[in-house]
C-alpha cells in the first residue's frame, strides 16, 4: 500500500464515521461521489484493501500492441498528414488504414511520436472572490515579506508567514534572509505543530519553482515547455505528500497579502512602541503579542469542524525531506565529493552494488551529512586533505644575455670560410696521421 493509497483510507474513514460527507470526501479525494460509494462499500466488505485496485500490477487486456502504435506513427508521419490532430487522425487512421484507436489514444501516440503538440487555451484574467475552504488545513497560503519591519532601527528583516485558508490561523516568523534552509525551518514547525497538509498555495518563486531559462530575445511561445526539476522545497513537499499550488497574481492569494498588509502596519507600530530592535526581540514580540491578537480578534472557525490535517508516522523523515538534497556517484575507492570536500564510506556501510552507484546526499538543516543507498542509510567520514608541496623555486644564476638576434645565433658573425685553414690543415693540427692503408 502506497502513501497515496494510506491517505485515501484515512479520507474514507472519515466519512466512514460521517465526519465528512461523501461529497467532500470526494472533492477531496477527486473522485465522484459513486465512486466513494463502491470504496466505502468495499472497505466494509474487504477491509483496508478495497483501497488497492485490483489490477495493480497486472497488464491491461485493452492494450493495443506496440507495433500497431509504431504503424500508426509512421502513417502519420507523412507529409499528407502534417498538421493532424488527434480526431481527425483517428478518423483516417480507422477509415483508410483499418487502425481501430480512440483520439485520445491517438493523441498520446502523435504526442509521443512529437508530431502534434497542445496548445494552451488562453483564458481572460477574470479575478473571481473564492470562499473560504470548509476544513483546517485543506489549503494554507505561505509567502514572505519584504519590508523595513524595524524602521531603521536594526537589521534588515524578512516575515514569513503562513495562513491557513479556512481559519485565517497564522504562523509566522522573522528571518535574516529568504532563503530555502529558513522557509523548511517554518515548515518544519508548521508539521510538528499542526502535522501534514493537504496543499500550499504559493506565487511562483524560485524557491518553490524552477523557471526554464530562455535567450532574452527567444519568444516562449514558439517553444515546446521543458519539464523543470522541482526545487528542494518542491522535492520536500512531494516525500511528505503535500500539493503545491501556484498562484497567478498576487490577488489569488489575497489572504496572505493582505495578512502582510495588517502586519506592515499594527505589526511594525507594535514593535516600535517595545522598542524592538534585534531579531530575538522581533520574534518574541511576533509571538507572544501580535499573533496572540492575531488568533483572538482575526482567526474564524472553520466551516466544518473536521481537520484536515494527516499526522506524521513512521515513514515521514522530517529531517531527511527538509534538507538538501543531490546525488553524487561514489567512486572506485568508496569516496564520494560534496562541496568540495572528499569523503570515505567506512568499510562496514559497504555493500554489494554500491561501487560506481548513485547516492543521495543529504545536507541537513543542522549542517550534518547524511548519505543515503537505497533505504540504507550510510556512516562516512571526511577525508583529511593532504597539504599541497610547495615547489621550492630555482635560484636564480646570473641573468641570461638579452637575445637579440633575430635569425638565430651569432657564433659564426666573424667566420670567413676564404681565411679560414684546409681540412687536411686542421687535422694535422689536431694531431691526426694518415695511416699506410689509406
Known amino acids: ?61 485493452r492494450r493495443i500492441a506496440e507495433a500497431v502504435e509504431r504503424e500508426a506513427v509512421k502513417i502519420l508521419s507523412a507529409d499528407v498528414y502534417q498538421g493532424f490532430g488527434p480526431t481527425l487522425a483517428a478518423e483516417y487512421l480507422r477509415e483508410k488504414h483499418h487502425i481501430e484507436a480512440s483520439k485520445e489514444t491517438v493523441r498520446q501516440w502523435i504526442m509521443r511520436g512529437k508530431l502534434w503538440r497542445a496548445h494552451e487555451q488562453k483564458v481572460p484574467a477574470v479575478h473571481v472572490w473564492r470562499p473560504r475552504r470548509s476544513r483546517s488545513g485543506e489549503l ?56 501534514r497538509l493537504l496543499a500550499f498555495y504559493t506565487d511562483k518563486a524560485s524557491l518553490f519553482r524552477t523557471a526554464e531559462k530562455r535567450k532574452r530575445d527567444e519568444p516562449g511561445v514558439e517553444k515546446d515547455a521543458v519539464e523543470m526539476p522541482p526545487t528542494q522545497i518542491g522535492r520536500a513537499l512531494r516525500e511528505l505528500g503535500i500539493t503545491w499550488i501556484a498562484a497567478h497574481s498576487p490577488q489569488a492569494k489575497g489572504r496572505v497579502e493582505r495578512n502582510f498588509k495588517t502586519a506592515q502596519d499594527r ?44 499526522p506524521l508516522d513512521k515513514s515521514h523523515n522530517l529531517a531527511a525531506s527538509l534538507s538538501h538534497v543531490e546525488t553524487r556517484q561514489v567512486r572506485n575507492d ?71 638576434s633575430k635569425r638565430g645565433s651569432d657564433w659564426n658573425k666573424n667566420f670567413d670560410l676564404k681565411k679560414a685553414p684546409k681540412v687536411w690543415q686542421a687535422a694535422q693540427a689536431a ?4 695511416s699506410v692503408t689509406e
Open 267 to 310: 505589526l511594525v507600530k507594535g514593535m516600535r512602541v517595545a522598542g524592538v530592535k534585534t531579531l530575538e526581540q522581533a520574534n518574541q514580540y511576533l509571538e507572544e503579542d501580535y499573533a496572540v491578537w492575531w488568533e483572538r480578534e482575526l482567526t474564524v472557525e472553520a466551516a466544518n469542524s473536521d481537520d484536515a490535517h494527516r
Open 1 to 61: 500500500m502506497t502513501q497515496a493509497d494510506r491517505d485515501r483510507l484515512v479520507t474514507l474513514r472519515k466519512a466512514k464515521k460521517r465526519l465528512i460527507t461523501q461529497r467532500e470526501a470526494a472533492a477531496e479525494l477527486d473522485l465522484s461521489v459513486r465512486q466513494v460509494k463502491r470504496l466505502l462499500y468495499g472497505l466494509k466488505k474487504r477491509g483496508d484493501k478495497a483501497v488497492v485496485h485490483g489490477l495493480r500490477g497486472r497488464p491491461s487486456q
Open 140 to 195: 494554507v497560503q505561505w509567502d514572505t515579506s519584504e519590508h523595513d519591519w524595524l524602521e531603521g532601527r536594526g537589521e534588515k528583516l524578512y516575515l514569513i508567514a503562513m495562513i491557513d485558508d479556512a481559519t485565517s490561523r497564522l504562523l509566522a516568523r522573522f528571518v535574516r534572509h529568504d532563503t530555502t534552509a529558513e522557509n523548511m525551518k517554518l515548515l518544519w514547525s508548521y508539521l510538528e505543530k499542526f502535522g
Open 431 to 434: 694531431g691526426y696521421k694518415r
Open 334 to 404: 568508496y569516496t564520494l565529493r560534496v562541496d568540495d570536500e572528499l569523503y570515505q564510506i567506512e568499510r562496514q556501510a559497504i555493500v554489494s552494488g554500491l561501487r560506481g552507484a548513485d547516492v543521495r546526499v543529504e545536507r541537513r538543516l543542522d549542517s550534518s551529512l547524511a548519505v543515503r543507498f537505497g533505504e540504507r542509510y550510510l556512516t562516512v567520514r571526511r577525508c583529511a586533505v593532504a597539504e599541497k608541496t610547495k615547489v621550492q623555486a630555482v635560484k636564480a644564476g646570473s641573468p641570461r644575455r638579452p637575445h637579440t
